[in-house]
């Protein structure tokens, strides 16, 4: 069963990944989306773009975001901007906990 998402005004933990998935979709907004990925020392995402803008803030463990331009390093409290269609992959170099901010593309009238 896939864990509802958050509703306007929700507060919700997203530091508790010891009971979590691997990843989970905190809320999708019209404009926006947010995801909580729980990654093991180790483990990587392989290379990969969004649609969009994007941000990857590392809240615990360490990340090595790979990019064109060559590899950016995250320690826990820092963050990164993807621009639109930026190919980038990720490796968690301990355990960690990434909060994926996504822009979402405009979805027209109606």
Request: aromatic share 2%.
């Amino acid at each position: 069963m896939s864990t509802p998402h958050l509703q306007p005004g929700e507060v919700a933990p997203v530091l508790d990944a010891a009971q979590s998935a691997r990843a989970q979709a905190l809320f999708k907004g019209i404009d926006l989306e947010v995801m909580r990925l729980v990654l093991p020392a180790g483990s990587n995402l392989p290379e990969h773009a969004a649609p969009t803008e994007a941000t990857l803030l590392c809240l615990q463990g360490r990340l090595a975001v790979g990019l064109a331009e060559g590899t950016r390093e995250l320690a826990a409290g820092q963050m990164l901007y993807l621009g639109r269609a930026m190919r980038h992959s990720v490796a968690a170099l301990a355990d960690s906990v990434v909060l994926v901010t996504l822009a979402l593309p405009p979805q027209g009238p109606k």
